[in-house]
């Protein structure tokens, strides 16, 4: 059996179920720096069981659609925010608990000025720059204990463009 997954533009509302979209489109919160520097301000609900926030930066191979999706993970102890470090697209892919299995995928992909937090315990897939290898500021638990859960799809699923 086979599936295929169309990709959508990420909004804050089709996402709210997985977690936040960290946007910095449109007029800042707040201006500060003397009126120099826009700040969009609490983006994202950081949470964690234990441990500690940390930043970590990851270098991401860029993938091509279509795409074959072959694993979701997800973190038990910690949100894990994906904060890119240019403007280019990415692939965000979300799938909903169903009894403790991921459920049927939802593909999006990020618009200039878009990152994503995944809330505790969301399936997601790995990180996906879309156009060069991407960098991303990742914010995400630092402890002691595994915070890793991955499911192997044992169907072909793959991700197309719109």
């Given at each position: ?121 969301v399936w997601h897939a790995v990180c996906a720059p879309l156009s060069e290898q991407g960098q991303f500021a990742v914010v995400d638990r630092i402890g002691d ?18």
């Open positions: 059996m086979s599936q295929r997954i169309v990709t959508r533009p990420l909004t804050a509302e089709a996402f709210a179920p997985f977690g936040d979209v960290i946007d910095v489109s449109g007029e800042p919160d707040k201006m500060i720096n003397q009126g120099m520097c826009g700040r969009h301000h609490d983006k994202a609900i950081l949470d964690f069981s234990d441990g500690k926030a940390g930043i970590s930066v990851f270098n991401a191979q860029a993938r091509e659609l279509p795409m074959r999706l072959d694993m979701v993970e997800r973190h038990p102890d910690g949100s894990q925010a994906f904060l890119p470090l240019s403007r280019e697209p990415f692939l965000v892919v979300v799938a909903p608990d169903e009894n403790g299995r991921p459920g049927t995928p939802l593909a999006f992909v990020t618009a200039p000025g878009q990152g994503v937090n995944y809330h505790r315990n204990g595994p915070n890793l859960e991955e499911y192997w799809f044992e169907e072909d699923i793959t991700i197309q463009e719109q």
